[in-house]
């Protein structure tokens, strides 16, 4: 396996990886090609192929794992491949974890960390629901502690949104105990729950895109639906803890601009909201840092190009 962040101008490639896109175009001179994006647990890379009658080239589409003969060149200061030949894999030839990046944190630890946070709420009717999903619900919690936590701008990656949930209750709780006006519990509570439908907004690996349900209507509205479905099975909740709590869902992304249906009203949804925001604009500069060293985005300072941290910044509405 040639992984993707190992790979030099000069080298040449024969090797397999995921294909996240393929398109057409036309070059200024009339010739047709096709833009191909390849990916594995290290990163993605574009590829042209010049010749569009080469072999294998009609055979594959987006998802697919090909094989690809290729050599990589530099262009516009960034590495690319100068596809030869494609051959669609066998998926007995393909071990998924070359493929897909993982949470660089123990998966079983941060599960019962999980576990630790649900036995630390007090109130009876936000543990019995935290327990319904995250414990009682095997299918559910087997999904959770595996799924992204979003298709590319930030805990892209297997157990990316168990990461990225528990630093947001992390977060969250540790704000939340510097006020002694604050509910704990419904901080907790939120901040476990608060993107439990994207689960259901993007499609697994290696698909990784948004649904239908995910692009119409999105994770906000649909963890509100979930959850105030979920109360009413249970039942018990008095009619201030399920609006409080329903509230903190649909604030949880803090302005109707990143996608809020409404705005932080209560204390601990505004907690909430600038915790996710944190640890969220923290990955990405994360990502940022480690994607620049690979693509040479960094300069001699150590820095990453502004035009490169912005763009990443303005993505993490999506």
Known sequence: ???????????????????????????????????VGLSDRTGVIDGRIWDVNAPGIEEFKAGDFVEVEADVISYNNQLQLKIY?????????VNSEDYFAKSKYDK???????????DEVKNTNFKKLLKSFFIDDKKFREKFLNHQGAKTVHHSFVSGLLEHTLSTTRLSKAIAKNYDDISLDLVITTALLHDIAKLDEISYYPDNEYTDEGYLIGHIVMGYGIIKNRINELGGFSKVEEDELLHCILAHHGTPEFGSPKQ????????VSQADNTDAKLEIMR?????AKVTNKMDANGFVSNNFMSTKFRESKL
């Open 1 to 35: 396996m040639q992984y993707i962040n190992e790979l030099k101008d000069g080298d040449e490639l024969n090797s397999i990886y995921h294909v996240k896109t393929k398109s057409q175009a036309t070059a200024k001179t009339g010739k047709e090609y096709f833009n």
């Open 85 to 93: 030949r494609v051959r669609v894999a066998d998926k007995s030839e």
């Open 108 to 118: 079983e630890k941060m599960a019962k960390e999980l576990d630790a946070f649900i």
């Open 264 to 271: 932080p009203m209560l204390m601990e949804a505004y907690v």
């Open 287 to 291: 990502e940022s840092i480690a994607n």
